[in-house]
Each structure stands twice: as structure tokens, then as C-alpha cells.
């Protein structure tokens, strides 16, 4: 197709100048790089079976009688055309596998996109078959693992956020606290009120590890009755959020950020909460039985009612916390840090137990940052 040009009238001393009218065709540079390898292949195979058997030929065997060098240079022609074959097998199977690449990439960003839609559909059902179809393309895709994570978390989030803390029940003694235990969770598990939330939590629990850190974004969430045994959960940000009656027996939750989440009534026997930020948090009448708390931030938290029985507290801070109450036959707790406003279990030795009073030049209580402050 001829270009569409317009002939300007030329200025004095100037010459004619041609211009592409808007919109017009440019030249089609595809079709003159095309030709190009076209051209050069042309030249190649020339070069190949006129110019270098001869030349081979020469270079390599020059006293070659007269009689076979015809037969000669017809052998070296086969064997570099064979070459050339090959070659020529070798790149058309990588623009093959490049090609199948590009397919595969564009069929996962289809699936992608129909399950992020999925996930706004009005059907449970709908909405539990795009969690299970993100997880599939998470395993199929290794680079979108991130962004699918980044995508359930705020599906979570958004569909069940938690309670202001101001709109939490506040326990006055430890018989109100146990009758908050059973009243404030739901009376049914997460799966049966919200399979579908349920589910994109057992997904992220169940993750497999993305090519860059990550962590899971779940703060001020409301994941009551949640159940989530053996999750893996590390350096989640659970921030204020509400896991009362949770069972996370044996769940990963190290290092995580657990800033004044409930946790009540919550099972995470023998959960490893190493360096875990329990700062404030409520632990009433929980079941942290063989519990790792290792070097655990607990000062301030409630763990009224709590069976600590054979957790290990050792370097944990506590101070600050509520142990009323609490079970903690056969707990490890070398070299905790208390103070005077730590409460105890009555009878308590706590000369006994290893436990370490905070002295008066011992580093104070971490403050809450801004971004974990209550709203």
C-alpha cells in the first residue's frame, strides 16, 4: 500500500518536502525485516554450497587428485547443509518454545483475571471455586504468588473486618471473662458461617514460598472460629484482629505481628510463637499447652484463665501481664523479664522459677507505633 503523501509548495532556495498525512501508514518495518533474513538466508546457502566447500577443500586437503575433488566437495556440501539444517531445527524449536511461553503466560492471565471476577460474585459457591482456582495458578505460576496473596488477604479483609476495639466486650473479673469466652466467639466455626473466607485462609496457611518475602496483610480482620491447624503463618501482620475460639494447634506464627489481637479461647497448643508480638494481647482461658513463646513480647497481654502447661517461656517479656489464674505446671520461664505489675497465679514461686525482675535500668516497655494504635 503507497503512502499517502502531501506536496508542500517549496520556499525560495528550498527543496520540495513531502509529509505523512495524520493517520497515514508508515513503512512496514516488519515486512523489510523479513525480507532482510529472507536476503540473508539466500546468501548463506549460497555460501554454503558454492563458495565454502571449495574453499574447505582447499585449505584443508589441496593435494586431492582432480578425479575425486568433485566427489569431495560434494561431501563437505552435504555435511554443511546437515549443519545448517540443524541450526535451522535448533531456532525454529526456540521460537517454538518462546512462542508456547507467551501462550501459556496469556491462558494464566486469563484464568487470573475470571477469578479475581469470580471473587465478586454474589455466590458462595462462585466465590469458594475462585479461591481454589487462584491457589491453582499460584502453583502453576510461581511469579504471581505474591499478587495472588496481595489478592485473598484483601478479599479477607474486606469481606470481614473486625470489631473496633471500642466495641469490644470489657472483662471485669475472671468469672466474666470465662462467661466472654463463650459468648463472644461464634457459636459456629468460620467454615460454616464463611466457607469461603475459611478457605482463602487455608489457602494462605498453605502457601507454597514465593520467589521474594512476603507477608501476609490480615490486621483488624475478624477471623472468629477460624480453623487453621499447622498453618503457616510467619511474619503475618494479625494486628488487632479477632481470633477468639481459633484453633491453630501447631500453627507457624513466628515473628508475627499479634499487637492486642483476641485470642480468646483460641487452641495453639504447641504453636511455635518464637519473638511473636503479643503486646496487649487477650488471652483468656487460651490453650497454649507445649506452646513455644520463646523470646515472646507479652507485656501487657491478658492471659487470665490461660494453660500455659509445658510452654516455654524462656527471655519472654513479661511484663505487665495478667497471669491470673493461669496453668503453668511444667512452663519454662529461664530468664523471663517481670515486674511489679506482673500478676501471678496464686501460689506461684516466682523466686523459684527463673524469672527475672526487670531493674530499674532495664529497657522500657516497647510503645505502640502509631500504625498499631487502636482506631
Excluded at 511455635?272 to 497481654?301: F, I, K, M, N, Y
Aim: glycine content about 6%.
Amino acid at each position: 500500500m503507497a503512502r499517502s503523501t502531501r506536496v508542500q509548495r517549496a520556499l525560495p532556495g528550498h527543496p520540495v518536502r513531502e509529509e505523512i498525512r495524520p493517520g497515514a501508514r508508515r513503512p512496514d518495518r516488519t515486512r523489510a525485516a523479513g525480507l532482510a533474513v529472507a536476503c540473508g538466508s539466500v546468501v548463506l546457502v549460497t555460501l554454503v554450497v558454492v563458495v565454502a566447500p571449495r574453499y574447505l577443500l582447499s585449505w584443508d586437503a589441496p593435494s586431492t587428485p582432480t578425479a575425486d575433488r568433485a566427489k569431495a566437495i560434494n561431501d563437505i556440501r552435504t555435511t554443511l547443509l546437515q549443519g545448517l539444517a540443524g541450526i535451522a531445527l535448533l531456532v525454529g524449536a526456540f521460537f517454538t518454545w518462546r512462542q508456547l511461553q507467551v501462550s501459556s503466560q496469556g491462558q494464566i492471565t486469563q484464568r487470573f483475571t475470571a477469578a479475581v471476577e469470580q471473587l465478586g460474585s454474589p455466590s458462595p459457591e462462585v466465590r469458594l471455586g475462585a479461591v481454589f482456582a487462584l491457589e491453582r495458578i499460584a502453583n502453576d505460576s510461581p511469579n504471581d504468588r505474591v499478587t495472588i496473596t496481595e489478592v485473598l488477604c484483601a478479599f479477607v479483609k474486606r469481606s470481614g473486618p473486625a470489631d473496633p476495639l471500642s466495641a469490644r466486650p470489657v472483662g471485669r473479673d475472671p468469672s466474666h471473662k470465662q462467661e466472654l469466652v463463650r459468648t463472644h466467639g461464634e457459636a459456629q466455626p468460620m467454615s460454616a458461617r464463611s466457607a469461603d473466607r475459611q478457605a482463602a485462609m487455608t489457602v494462605l496457611g498453605r502457601r507454597a514460598r514465593a520467589a521474594i518475602y512476603h507477608e501476609l496483610s490480615l490486621d483488624r480482620t475478624d477471623l472468629r472460629g477460624l480453623r487453621l491447624p499447622f498453618a503457616n503463618l510467619v511474619d503475618a501482620d494479625l494486628h488487632y484482629s479477632d481470633l477468639s475460639d481459633a484453633a491453630l494447634k501447631r500453627a507457624d506464627l513466628r515473628r508475627a505481628d499479634l499487637t492486642g489481637t483476641w485470642l480468646a479461647g483460641a487452641v495453639l497448643i504447641e504453636a511455635d510463637l518464637h519473638q511473636t508480638d503479643l503486646r496487649t494481647t487477650v488471652l483468656w482461658h487460651a490453650r497454649l499447652e507445649g506452646a513455644d513463646l520463646t523470646a515472646a513480647d507479652l507485656s501487657g497481654a491478658n492471659l487470665t484463665g490461660a494453660v500455659l502447661s509445658g510452654a516455654r517461656l524462656q527471655l519472654a517479656d513479661l511484663r505487665g501481664a495478667d497471669l491470673t489464674g493461669t496453668n503453668l505446671v511444667a512452663a519454662t520461664l529461664t530468664d523471663a523479664v517481670a515486674d511489679s505489675a506482673t500478676v501471678w497465679p496464686d501460689g506461684f514461686d516466682v523466686a523459684a522459677s527463673g524469672v527475672v525482675m526487670a531493674r530499674d535500668d532495664a529497657p522500657p516497655i516497647r510503645p505502640q507505633s502509631s500504625h498499631d494504635l487502636p482506631r
